[in-house]
């Protein structure tokens, strides 16, 4: 069984900054000033070290409501790979879900989005790690859960999603399942 020291220790392993020619991409969230309950932003940073070819910038990628947000960033060539989980209500029966991006490193521009849920929101998205495949091209995330995840093979607490030609293509990932 799946518990929330296994989320912390699923996002304590995940990497939260990222570097590509000189500029360091972080992930980070930070609630809203004086808003009740409380709202995360789940932002994408860029800071320039001496040999980036671009500025400091940011980008907003999302908000999650009451719940912080495990989170987690990776680049190439190709752009950033960036994961979140959030709750989008203040509910208790509003899920934990899973959202990837494709960002621009450049422009810090959303290029691509997708969201993932346990069906019938039965249960919860409870961490993630996003990683790129040696091919550069296939991205991963992978974490713990309780549910079902929408289309999932396999069955357990654990899931892989893998997204093909993820900063070409809008293909959808395939998900796995494992204890």
């Known amino acids: 069984m799946t518990g929330p020291d296994d989320a912390l220790a699923q996002q304590e392993s995940a990497a939260t900054s990222a570097s590509l020619d000189g500029c360091i991409y972080s992930i980070s969230a930070y609630p809203q000033a004086g808003v009740t309950p409380t709202v995360y932003d789940v932002k994408l940073f860029r800071q320039p070290i001496p040999t980036c070819a671009y500025g400091t910038g940011s980008v907003t990628l999302g908000t999650s409501v009451i ?3 495990t989170r987690s960033v990776a680049v190439n060539a190709l752009g950033i790979a960036a994961s979140f989980t959030k709750k989008s209500s203040v509910s208790g029966s509003s899920p934990i879900t899973l959202s990837v991006h494709h960002v621009d490193p450049a422009t810090l521009t959303v290029v691509r989005s997708n969201s993932l849920g346990v069906y019938l929101g ?3 998205i409870l961490s993630e790690n996003v990683a790129i495949a040696s091919d550069g091209t296939t991205v991963t995330v992978s974490g713990s859960k309780s549910g ?10 654990h899931y892989t999603a893998t ?8 293909t959808p990932p395939t998900v796995a399942a494992f204890p």
């Not at 079902?148 to 607490?157: A, K, L």
């Not at 997204?163 to 809008?170: N, Q, V």
């Open 163 to 170: 997204f093909p030609d993820f900063f070409t293509s809008t």
């Open 67 to 69: 719940y912080e947000p």
């Open 148 to 157: 079902v995840i929408y289309g999932e093979s396999g069955s357990g607490s």
């Open 122 to 124: 039965a249960g919860n």
